[in-house]
């Protein structure tokens, strides 16, 4: 007769929340970065550690599959500074879009490197694919990282994409590169937008003196989107690449969506929204400070999005982090730079406007944020959900704190949010990476360098 060795550690009296799962009263045996047990309340057990988190809420630890780094004068101490900040909201894994104009091999060695050295917790990459020397390194790259998800930017024509170092694309690269993607089973996230119309737009409302907001959002209007995600979902059903639309907007592309899924009897067609085009919209307050690339949008919209996450038409929440300051807004809506921090503050926002105001069910959020998204990086083996043999990642949250998301306690490298003047309801208290508090009573208490790279399911495991 064998004994169990005694768990690390026991968590005990919470509400242990599942993906596609009603919550239930439920303790959990952690051991060895792991979960090694989803117990009755109340079951005797051995551990070396029991925290009693009775009246809070275990939710899967958040995958933020869409964040960037090293836009800002920052670098990669944004590994530091901005895993550590989303840790606060409950992330214990980020996904991080690369773009380089040359091999990403090199590229992927730094980052992983710094990463791994920086980072407390977990971190995986999209590669940027633009140019015929990406398509011929795809192998490579699945090969050494493990990477089994892309992305595509539709609208980097012209000099759109120099600030990445990217070049023009076309439609012709467009299709090649689906058509690689898919013949190795990997998933593409495509940007949709059309930029030719954009230019057009965008040179009148210059013309006309504008230099608002809302003429950022009327430069790159609704149908902009709606038409190129129109198009990538026809290159999808043409060439059997499953696509991952990023940073849905727009009340029209959800249309688009619905439509191509029923025409071409698709599930390889998924869709990402991100907090602020739920909470947002182009008459803010804030003005050139929530610039960001699709555009905030007019009222309607979010209500529209709102309804998509409940119904399924969406399938994640994606951040679209950037580590930017205020001096990076400067220069007018024309010059100041797109975007701005989001991770830590998007389970927040999905569990004060979503569950509380809306009646999003709890389940939901946790699919939204961590099951879903693990599904379609293919990190599901060890992320996404709270059940025995995946990694002890777990947000432990109080559904009823209301705080207000101050830049100082949240330590990005931004020095703003856009949520510091709106009280969110619903805030971690602890924060677990691989059975290790980073977080502990809403403070930073990991260490840097914990984080570990992610790689696919179809991959080696991580180093």
Known sequence: MTTDPPFDLVLT???????????????????????????????????????????????????????????????????????????????????????NGGSYLPMLEEHTTTAAAKAYIDFGYHCTLMTDEHVAEIDQIRSRYGLRSFKYFM??????????????????????????????????????????????????????????????????????????????????????????????????????????????????????????????????????????????????????????????????????????????????IWKASAGFPGAPTTLPVLLSEGYHRRGLPLQRIAELTAKRPAELIKADHRKGDIAVGLDADLAIVDLDRTRTPDPQWLGTFSDYSLYEDMPLRGWPRHTLVRGRFVVRDEELVGESGHGSYIRSSTGAEAK
């Open 13 to 99: 009296g919470g509400t242990v929340v599942r993906p596609r799962d009603v919550p239930r009263l439920a303790d959990v045996g952690v051991r060895d970065g792991k979960i090694a047990a989803v117990l009755s309340p109340g079951t005797a057990v051995d551990a070396t550690e029991s925290v009693d988190v009775t009246g809070l809420h275990l939710f899967p630890g958040g995958v933020d599959p869409h964040n960037h780094i090293a836009l800002s004068t920052s670098g990669l101490e944004e590994y530091r500074t901005d895993t550590a900040a989303a840790a606060k909201g409950g992330v214990t894994t980020m996904m991080y879009m690369l773009s």
């Open 155 to 332: 609208h980097f024509r012209g000099d759109e994409g120099q600030y990445l170092n990217v070049e023009g694309t076309h439609d012709g690269r467009f299709f090649g590169i689906a058509k690689a993607v898919a013949e190795r089973g990997d998933l593409l996230l495509v940007h949709a937008e059309n930029p030719e119309v954009v230019w057009v737009l965008r040179d009148e409302l210059i013309a006309a003196g504008r230099d608002d907001l809302a003429a950022w959002d009327e430069s790159r209007p609704p149908f902009v989107e709606a038409e190129a995600i129109r198009k990538a979902t026809f290159f999808a059903q043409r060439t059997g690449c499953r696509m991952y639309f990023v940073h849905v907007s727009t009340a029209d592309s959800l249309d688009q969506l619905r439509k191509a899924r029923v025409e071409f009897a698709s599930d390889a067609l998924s869709a990402e929204t991100c907090p602020h085009y739920l909470t947002h919209t182009s008459d803010w307050a804030g003005g050139v400070v929530g610039k960001v690339n699709p555009p905030l949008r007019t009222a309607g919209h979010p209500e529209a999005l709102w309804a998509a996450l409940a119904d399924g038409t969406v399938d994640t929440l994606g951040s679209d982090h950037v580590g930017r300051q205020r001096v990076a807004k400067e220069g007018g």
